[in-house]
């Protein structure tokens, strides 16, 4: 086995599902490819330890074993590896090989939150940072779209406000639906689906806690999609998650990602301006 295929296997491993099968692959690579070259470039035990191809299937070990770190220094490494690891599966020399990221015992990383949303979803999240000086808030605002802006107004104004549901389903964390807290009868709404949880998590009767939010496209690539254990729904692979978790990190504050199931691809999604709900309404009249 050459360099190249090696690290084709790394790439291809990402998406694997049995960790006896990945663990019998890293071994034969590390034994029979990472160390022969290393004594034809007169290296040692750091090169292999710190290869980029090491750092791939150890983090697909992890994955596996659900001990995959996702602290920013963690996805640095990571993408960085998966960079160098792609330069070598093309036939490609790799001059030098991507620093590891060590943290000291008493530093901390931030954890990388990952925001999902549908066509269908309205997401919430912390955008203090980014509202305007001149209208200050002091909850964290509702995040909605430009095209649900005028029916979300609605519903404050004649349905008593809207009620925020998030989601229960493990296979869709950190979406969430929006929908008037009352009927048109003037009834209770109840949950908008079997994926939200039985109550509502916010009740917003107020419009200076709802922000609209212009979005705009990063980029999209394509991801691996497997069947989920139930053999009932389609799931991201392993490595398809961890590319768009890198993606997402890398696009910056508010960043998110949805999924475009006609091309089968990942489509990254950052803020390009922010402004409050009335405030909109007025520019648009």
């Given at each position: 086995?050459?360099?190249?295929?090696?690290?084709?296997?790394?790439?291809?491993?990402?998406?694997?599902?049995?960790?006896?099968?990945?663990?019998?692959?890293?071994?034969?690579?590390?034994?029979?490819?990472?160390?022969v070259?290393?004594?034809?470039?007169?290296?040692?035990t750091e090169?292999?330890?710190?290869?980029?191809?090491?750092?791939?299937?150890l983090?697909?070990?992890?994955?596996?074993?659900?001990s995959?770190?996702?602290?920013?220094?963690?996805?640095?490494?990571?993408?960085?590896?998966?960079?160098?690891?792609?330069?070598?599966?093309r036939g490609?020399?790799?001059?030098s090989?991507?620093?590891?990221?060590?943290?000291g015992?008493?530093?901390?990383?931030?954890?990388?939150?990952?925001?999902?949303?549908?066509?269908?979803?309205?997401?919430?999240?912390d955008?203090?940072?980014?509202?305007?000086?001149?209208?200050?808030?002091?909850?964290?605002?509702?995040?909605?779209t430009?095209?649900?802006?005028?029916?979300i107004?609605?519903?404050l104004?004649?349905?008593?406000?809207?009620a925020?549901?998030?989601?229960?389903?493990?296979?869709?964390?950190?979406?969430?639906?929006?929908?008037?807290?009352?009927?048109a009868?003037?009834?209770?709404?109840?949950?908008?689906?079997w994926?939200?949880?039985n109550?509502?998590?916010?009740?917003?009767?107020?419009?200076?806690?709802?922000?609209?939010?212009?979005?705009?496209?990063?980029?999209?690539?394509?991801?691996?999609?497997?069947l989920?254990?139930?053999g009932?729904?389609?799931?991201v692979?392993?490595?398809?998650?961890?590319?768009?978790?890198?993606?997402?990190?890398?696009a910056?504050?508010?960043a998110?990602?949805?999924?475009d199931?006609?091309t089968?691809?990942?489509?990254?999604?950052k803020?390009?301006?922010?402004?409050?709900?009335?405030?909109?309404?007025?520019?648009?009249?």
């Open positions: 086995m050459t360099i190249s295929e090696a690290a084709q296997s790394a790439i291809l491993c990402q998406d694997a599902v049995n960790l006896s099968g990945v663990l019998a692959s890293f071994h034969t690579i590390v034994m029979d490819v990472l160390w070259e290393a004594r034809r470039l007169g290296k040692g090169y292999v330890n710190t290869h980029p191809i090491v750092t791939l299937f983090d697909k070990l992890a994955s596996l074993n659900r995959q770190c996702l602290c920013s220094d963690s996805m640095k490494s990571y993408d960085g590896a998966y960079a160098e690891v792609e330069r070598l599966a490609e020399t790799v001059e090989q991507p620093g590891s990221s060590k943290l015992r008493n530093e901390h990383s931030t954890l990388v939150r990952l925001c999902a949303r549908c066509v269908d979803h309205v997401r919430t999240q955008a203090v940072s980014s509202i305007q000086k001149d209208a200050p808030m002091t909850v964290s605002p509702h995040i909605v430009p095209e649900s802006a005028q029916r107004a609605e519903w104004d004649t349905r008593g406000g809207i925020v549901w998030p989601s229960i389903n493990l296979s869709n964390p950190g979406a969430s639906w929006t929908t008037p807290v009352n009927n009868d003037g009834s209770p709404t109840t949950k908008p689906t994926e939200a949880q109550k509502p998590e916010r009740v917003i009767t107020n419009p200076a806690e709802v922000l609209v939010s212009k979005d705009v496209e990063v980029k999209r690539f394509h991801v691996g999609v497997r989920g254990s139930q009932m729904s389609y799931k692979t392993d490595g398809g998650s961890r590319r768009i978790r890198s993606a997402v990190a890398k910056g504050e508010g998110y990602y949805v999924f199931y006609g089968q691809e990942a489509v990254i999604m803020p390009e301006s922010q402004v409050g709900l009335l405030e909109f309404l007025r520019r648009a009249t």
